[in-house]
C-alpha cells in the first residue's frame, strides 16, 4: 500500500453539548454541561450547583447545531465528509438518566443521522461525550455509584435498537482516561475533602469499564455488524533526557493512561495495574462476575485524541506549558499554539505505532486539531493558513505510519470541524472549525456560519484521499 485505503474514513468531529445547544427543548433534561460556566479566556470552567441567573453558561445555546444540523451537514458534504462523529446527549433521551425515553429526543437524533445518510456519511457516535444527566448526578453522585451502569445501559439499549440500521460505529465514553485529570467534567465526580481521590476515581472508572463491557457485549447482541470502541486521550511522553529515572518516568506517564485501555481491548486488569491500585491504597469494590463481563466486553476498535504530546522529568523546577487536559513540561524542540500546546505531528506517528503495537486492533484518529483565534474579513474570508499548517504535517504522518508502519486506521475526523464552544474553557473565541461560526466568548453574534480557507484546502484533500495535502 502506498496511499491511505480507499474506503478510508475522512471526516470531522464534534461534542453534543458543545454545539447543539436547545439544553431545554423538546422535553431535554439538564445535564452537567448544563450548569458549566464560561472561563475567563484560557481559564478553566467552573460547575454550579444548578444554573444561577447572573452566570453564563456557553453550550445552553453552543451554535445552534439543534436547528441548523441540516446547513451543517450540507456544508460538510461539500467537503466530502466521509463520516461525522458527533454524540447523542443522554439528557436529551433519558431527561433524569431514569425516566424515559423521551421520543422528541430520539427523533431529533433520527432526523439527524437520516440527513448524514442521504449525503452518504457514515455517523461515528460517542454514547457519552462529558455530560451525565444532572440528576444522576445529584442524587446518585453520579459515576461513584454502581448504579449507573443500569441507567446507562437502558440508555445504550434504547438507541442501539433505535438506530441499528443507521449507526454501526460506537465510542462507549470519550475520553475515558481524563476522569483521572478532570474527574468532574469526565465523569460529573465531586470529590468531597473527606473522600479519597484515588479510591473515589478508580472505583468510577471501574463502573465505567463494566458499563462499557456490558454495552460492547449487548451492541453486538443487538447488531453484530456494530463496531463499538473505546476512546482515550493519548498523551505520547517523552523523557526529557536519557537519564535512566527520566525514561522511566516517561514510561511510568504512559503506564498511567494505558490502565485504561488495557482493561478496555484485554478486559484484564493487569497485575501491574492491580499493583498500581495497592500502592496508591485503592480497594476497588467488586461483584463476583465483574472480571467475567469486563472478557465479555472487549472493544473492536480504539479511537483516540492527539492534540499535544508531553514530557516526562524528575527534575521537580521543571517549566510547565499548557496542554490538553494535562499541563506539559515545555518543550523546547516545538513550537506551542496560542493556548500553550505544543504542536508534534511526529508526537501522532509515536501514538499510532505504540497503540498498534500494543493491541493490533484497528485505531481511528477521532479528535486532533489546531485551536486558534480567527479573524473574520469583510468580505466573508477567513485565511487560517497556520490550520492548514498543523493539519497538513499531521496527516503527512499519519500517512508514513499508515504506509511505512503498517497501522490500521479506520479514519481521521478533526476535531471541532465548524467551530464550538471549547470544552476546557467555554471559551467560542478558540475555534478549530473549517467552517467560522459567528458568536464570541459571550454569547453574541449572528451565528452564520462561513467557510475558511482550510474549508477549500481539507476539501482537496478528501477528494485526492490524502494526496493533495
Ligand atoms: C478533548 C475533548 C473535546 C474537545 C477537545 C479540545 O479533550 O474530548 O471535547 O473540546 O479536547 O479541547 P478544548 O475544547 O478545551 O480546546
Redesign the pocket.
Known sequence: MNSFPENFLWGGAV?AN?CEGGFNLDGKGLSTADVLTAGAPGKAREYTNGILPEKFYPSHNAIDFYHRYKEDIALFAEMGFKCFRTSINWSRIFPDGENGPNLKGLDFYDRLFDELIKYSIEPVITIS??ETPFVLWKKYGSWKNRKLIDFYLRYCETIFTRYTQKVKYWMTF??IN?ITLNPVMSAGLKIEPQEDFNQVVYQAAHHQFLASARAVKLGHDINPDFKIGMMM?YPTFYAETCKPEDQLAAMQSIDSHYYFSDVQVRGVYSQKALNFLQSKGVSLITEPDDDHELLQGKVDFIGF?Y?NSNVATTRPEAAFTGG??LNAVKNPFLKESD?GWSVDPIGLRIALNNLYDRYSIPLFIV?NGL?AVDHLQADGTIHDHYRIDYLRRHIQVIKQSVVEDGVELIGYTP??CIDL?????GEMN?R?GFIYVDRDNQGNGSLNRYRKDSFYWYQRCISSNGEVI
Open positions: 461534542a458543545q461525550h462529558y470519550n475520553e481524563v486521550l485524541s492534540y490538553n487536559m493556548w479528535e485551536g476535531w471541532g464552544v471549547s470544552a476546557g474553557t478558540k478549530y
